[in-house]
């Protein structure tokens, strides 16, 4: 079994474009924002992540999706029904 950062890791050795571009966005290591998910509610602990994390977070996903912000499903705001 391999964790989440290895996964991108094999597939960089491999010469996989998600791994190289994964390895280009520098998410590794102990300032990496995957260090503070894994230890936040989202992932293995119970710590909040900040607002800047998650912000670094966001925009790796996208970035190794290949998607603009902009391209994404929205669902309208619903109004509560009395």
């Known amino acids: ?3 989440l950062q290895d996964i991108y890791a094999l597939l ?3 010469e996989d474009e998600l791994g190289a571009k994964f ?3 520098n998410l590794d290591g102990v300032e990496s924002p995957l260090t503070a998910r894994n230890e936040s ?3 293995h602990g119970f710590t909040r992540i900040s607002e800047n994390v998650y912000c670094q977070l966001w925009t790796a996903t996208l970035q190794l999706a290949e998607l603009d912000e902009e391209a994404l499903i929205t669902f309208p705001k619903l ?3 009395h």
């Open 1 to 3: 079994m391999l964790g």
């Open 12 to 14: 960089d050795v491999l």
């Open 23 to 25: 390895k280009r966005l």
């Open 41 to 43: 509610i989202l992932a």
């Open 79 to 81: 109004q509560p029904t």
